[in-house]
């Protein structure tokens, strides 16, 4: 009898130590991958980003996790862009200027009147005329997309102590610019002076008269509360921001077909959202700058002047993004219009 009760205590001891062995074989067999980004609380993104660990968990049954650092936690949006190259991040968000510190050409959607809408804007970041241009991303910096077009806003110029209503008022203006050369180009052609200012120092700059304008989507300068130190906003819709969804290549292609499925699948829905809850905010923005009474919004700007002048900053530019890849997107983009 007490033979009989040793092997079952034991056969109890063997059945609770392979359950615990088992759990935690489980979890070791889950896949954690770091995503970093550069939104803060308040932005779209950082809301749906917080929100994609859980996506991720329940569309893969845990077998893949996501770890979420935001607010440049790890560090710049360029700086975040080497770690994913070298593998010490897996997943980022840089906007296209920032990604074209790697591979100029990916700066040809920030072009000036480049777009004429966001769908416009889809069909040639998710089609054949940029995918050349991930691939050249791919082979030499070991990144690519799970989503191509992640919606942020476009820009337009704010101004303080000077109407521009025509081309010829921006004559002699300086102009805050990125320290980026389509901005600086665009500026130049015009006939404005391009001044690269830091972002953080951009509201004083402002505030001081450093500068006499700036230009950003309506989320960045609602958000910044540019427009406290600024009386005209010109919606000249001049370029068009947005950001894209970065894995490292090694990382992406050691996940199986169903966890890649489900990660594309996942920034894919996310991406939506994000398009119709930025849209639905930069109404809302508009408006309350509207009625702070603090600026005043210029709609109806006469812009075909503006986009002849801005022709003449893709000479320079072509050179930096190499003239085939310019000529395929301006293709498309031909394409795309006659369509329609």
């Known amino acids: 009898m007490a033979s009989i009760t040793k092997n079952i205590r034991f056969l109890g001891i063997a059945l609770c130590a392979g359950g615990i062995l088992g759990n935690v074989a489980t979890v070791n067999a889950a896949t954690t991958l770091r995503l970093a980004h550069t939104f803060n609380p308040g932005e779209a993104s950082y809301e749906l980003f917080a929100q994609l660990p859980e996506l991720i968990e329940e569309r893969t049954g845990g077998e893949l996790r996501i770890q979420v650092f935001p607010s440049e936690q790890l560090g710049?949006?360029?700086?975040?862009?080497?770690?994913?190259?070298?593998?010490?991040?897996?997943?980022?968000?840089p906007g296209y200027s920032g990604a074209s510190t790697l591979v100029p050409a990916l700066e040809i959607s920030n072009a000036p009147f480049m777009f004429q809408s966001w769908d416009e804007a889809r069909h040639i970041l998710e089609g054949d005329a940029y995918e050349p241009i991930f691939d050249e991303l791919d082979e030499q910096y070991g990144l690519q997309?799970?989503?191509?077009?992640?919606?942020?806003?476009?820009?337009?110029?704010?101004?303080?102590?000077?109407?521009?209503?025509?081309?010829?008022?921006?004559?002699?203006?300086?102009i805050r610019v990125p320290e980026s050369p389509a901005w600086v180009e665009m500026i130049n052609a015009f006939g404005a002076s391009p001044t690269p200012i830091p972002?953080?120092?951009?509201?004083?700059?402002?505030?001081?008269?450093?500068?006499?304008?700036?230009?950003?989507?309506?989320?960045?300068?609602y958000a910044r509360k540019f427009f406290e130190v600024q009386d005209q906003l010109v919606m000249?819709?001049?370029m068009l921001q947005s950001q894209v969804v970065l894995i490292n290549s090694n990382r992406f292609n050691s996940l199986d077909s169903d966890q890649q499925e489900a990660l594309r699948e996942v920034m894919a829905q996310l991406a939506e959202e994000?398009?119709?809850?930025?849209?639905?905010?930069?109404?809302?923005?508009?408006?309350?700058?509207?009625?702070?009474?603090?600026?005043?919004?210029?709609?109806d700007i006469d812009r075909a002047p503006f986009e002849q002048a801005a022709q003449n900053a893709y000479g320079n530019l072509t050179r930096r993004w190499g003239e085939e890849h310019l000529e395929r997107v301006l293709g498309a983009i031909e394409s795309y219009r006659q369509q329609d």
Request: glycine fraction near 8%; hydrophobic fraction near 35%.
């Open 199 to 221: 972002f953080s120092e951009v509201y004083l700059a402002l505030q001081q008269g450093t500068v006499d304008g700036q230009e950003n989507p309506i989320p960045t300068i």
């Open 236 to 238: 000249s819709r001049h």
């Open 145 to 174: 997309p799970l989503a191509k077009s992640w919606y942020w806003g476009w820009r337009n110029f704010t101004f303080k102590g000077t109407d521009v209503n025509s081309l010829e008022d921006m004559a002699g203006l300086k």
């Open 274 to 299: 994000n398009y119709t809850i930025q849209s639905e905010r930069e109404e809302e923005m508009l408006q309350s700058m509207k009625d702070s009474g603090l600026i005043e919004v210029v709609e």
């Open 76 to 93: 710049s949006e360029v700086q975040l862009l080497q770690q994913a190259s070298n593998g010490s991040v897996d997943i980022v968000i």
